[in-house]
């Protein structure tokens, strides 16, 4: 049975998390569904350093608006002013959007 939270605390007395653990933060690594309107890339480096060297499952993040959705292991679930979530399946990825119900 998959359990991401006992894997978890039990690798992160190393130096590297098991790739079993999923990542959160507010801004998206440099390249990963991280481009504004003008297509340059607003993403941190230093997001995806980390994410290189732990090897993350997932990385979700929001703050780009115009790039929301997933690529890879990258989830975008920035929402702005939109009713709407995103469910990902671990360990799998399987990622699906629900969009609520215009009033």
Known sequence: ????????????RGRQRARACPEATHSPAHGALDQIHDGTHVGSWSIS????VRNVLAHIHGHVHGTRGYEGRHFNVAAAAERRAMLIELPSLAAETIEAAKE
């Open 49 to 52: 350093s980390v994410i290189d």
């Open 1 to 12: 049975m998959f359990k991401p939270q006992e894997q978890c605390r039990a690798s992160a």
